[in-house]
C-alpha cells in the first residue's frame, strides 16, 4: 500500500450509493488520498439470494477504483495505529463526532468510511466536483415540446409500505402539482415510478385535472430512467427517496424548482437536514397516508 486510502464501503440502491460516493470522495480531495470502492457486500447479496440491488456506480465517471477484497480486511493488516474507523451513528444528520474523528485522526494512511451520509451538509462544498462525476454522457430519451417545461414527479411505492417512511400521498402531490402549476408558465409533467401499473390506474386518473396531457416514463433501466430525470426535466416534484433526491439535486437548471415532502420519515426528528435551501417543503399528513396504502393494497378507489 502507498500513500494514503479512503475506502468506502458501498451498500443499498443507487440514491445511496451516490451519497455513499459523494462523502467519501469529499474526503479524498480534502485528505488527499485515493478512493477505492467496497461493494463486497453485493457478492452476499447475489450469493444469498438477498433481493434485487446491484453496484450501480460503475456507470458512472467517478474517481474511485474498486478495492480487490472487503475493507475490513486491509484495516486489520494495518492496525488502529495506521487507520481511522468512520462508521456513522447520527443518520440523517451531520454526525459531528465523524468530523471530529477526521480532524483528530484524519492523517492516518487508512480511512474506512461505512455509513449512509444522507446530509447534503456532508459534501456541497465540492458539489461541482461531484456533479460532474455524476452526470455520465448521455443521450436523453425524454422528448421536449416547445415553449414547455418538462416536470418530473417521481412515484415511489412498492417497498415503501409498513416502513419507517411516510408514503406520500395524493394529497401531497396535488398540492405540490398545485404549486408548480402556479410558478411555471407552460409546465409538461413526466412521471416516473418503480410501480407502473398503480401510477398509470389510479395515480395519473386521481390527478388528472391537474396533470393535463402528462407522459408516464419508463425506460426499463434504473439507471436510464434516473438520467432521464437529470437531463430531461428542468423541475421536480420528489418522493422520499434518494433517487429522486439526487436527480433534483444534479439538475443544472440555475431556476430549478424542487418541491420536496416535509416528512420524509415518520419519525419528525430525522427530518431535519434533509434539503439544500431552496427546496420548497410539502406536508405529508399522516392521516392521508393511510388511505393510500389500502388504496395500493386493492388498487381501487376507497368508496
Known amino acids: 500500500m502507498k ?3 479512503v475506502i468506502v464501503k458501498i451498500t443499498d440502491g443507487l440514491g445511496n450509493q451516490l451519497f455513499q460516493y459523494a462523502f467519501a470522495r469529499k474526503l479524498s480531495i480534502e485528505l488527499g488520498a485515493d478512493l477505492l470502492i467496497d461493494r463486497s457486500v453485493y457478492r452476499r447479496f447475489f450469493l444469498f439470494r438477498r433481493g434485487t440491488r446491484r453496484y450501480q456506480l460503475n456507470r458512472f ?5 474498486a478495492s480487490t477484497g472487503p475493507a475490513h480486511r486491509l484495516f486489520q493488516i494495518l492496525g488502529r495505529k495506521q487507520s481511522l474507523d468512520l462508521r456513522e451513528k447520527n443518520f440523517y444528520h451531520l454526525d459531528t463526532e465523524v468530523l471530529e474523528a477526521i480532524a483528530r485522526e484524519g492523517d492516518k494512511r487508512l480511512i474506512l468510511v461505512s455509513g449512509y451520509w444522507q446530509s447534503y451538509r456532508y459534501f456541497d462544498e465540492y458539489r461541482e466536483i461531484i456533479c460532474r462525476e455524476l452526470r455520465p454522457h448521455f443521450e436523453c430519451t425524454i422528448g421536449s415540446v416547445s415553449g414547455r417545461d418538462n416536470v418530473a414527479i417521481h412515484v415511489r411505492r412498492g417497498d ?3 416502513t419507517i417512511f411516510r408514503l406520500c400521498s395524493i394529497e401531497y402531490y396535488r398540492a405540490a402539482l398545485e404549486l408548480v402549476i402556479q410558478t411555471v408558465r407552460a409546465p409538461r409533467f413526466i412521471i416516473f415510478s418503480n ?11 386521481a390527478l388528472e385535472d391537474l396533470l393535463g396531457d402528462y407522459q408516464i416514463a419508463d425506460n426499463h433501466d434504473d439507471i436510464g430512467n434516473f438520467l ?6 428542468k423541475h421536480y416534484i420528489i418522493a422520499n427517496s434518494t433517487y429522486s433526491w439526487w436527480s433534483a439535486y444534479l439538475c443544472t437548471n440555475p431556476e430549478k424548482i424542487v418541491i420536496a415532502p416535509e416528512e420524509w420519515f415518520e419519525n419528525p426528528e430525522w427530518n431535519a437536514e434533509l434539503y439544500p435551501e431552496g427546496w420548497i417543503r410539502v ?21
Open 61 to 65: 465517471p467517478i474517481k474511485a477504483r
Open 283 to 303: 406536508r405529508v399528513p399522516k392521516e392521508s397516508t393511510a388511505i393510500d396504502r389500502e388504496r395500493a393494497t386493492t388498487g381501487r378507489k376507497r368508496s
Open 195 to 205: 410501480d407502473l401499473e398503480w401510477t398509470r390506474d389510479y395515480f395519473g386518473p
Open 228 to 233: 432521464d430525470m437529470v437531463y430531461g426535466c
Open 3 to 5: 500513500g494514503k486510502l
Open 160 to 162: 415503501y409500505h409498513d
